[in-house]
């Protein structure tokens, strides 16, 4: 059992950064891939970013490659979103996600992902 807490959302203006943070509890954290979706109102989830288990890969959405960056610390069993250059189609609510499969899927809307935090709601305002 594997459970997920994000922090660092909030409110900011275009083109501003925020990072996002989540920690996990147990002790499988760093043999699980970790992603980060997000979803809009009235839009369906987004696959944002995805890191392999030892942190070696990372993999990003084309809405966010080259302004969000995906790290983890696993001794801290945390995975962290920075986002800089913020616009305001970026405004959702962020989940972080622990996916135990084998391979590392890009994209998706997440099905091969076994936990899930409770998202933290970042607005971008124009």
């Known amino acids: 059992q594997v459970q997920l807490v994000e922090s660092g959302g909030g409110l900011v203006q275009a083109g501003g950064s925020l990072r996002l943070s989540c920690t996990a509890s147990?002790?499988?954290?760093?043999?699980?891939?970790m992603g980060w979706f997000r979803q809009a109102p009235g839009k369906e989830r987004e696959f944002v970013a995805v890191i392999t288990r030892d942190g070696a890969n990372k993999y990003y959405g084309s809405s966010v490659k080259g302004r969000f960056t995906i790290s983890r610390d696993n001794a801290k069993n945390s995975v962290y979103l920075q986002m800089n250059s913020l616009k305001p189609e970026d405004t959702a609510v962020y989940y972080c996600a622990a996916s135990s499969a084998p391979e590392t899927v890009v994209g998706g809307s997440g099905a091969e992902y076994d936990y899930w935090g409770q998202g933290t709601q970042v607005t971008v305002s124009s």
């Open positions: 147990g002790r499988t954290f760093s043999s699980n891939n």
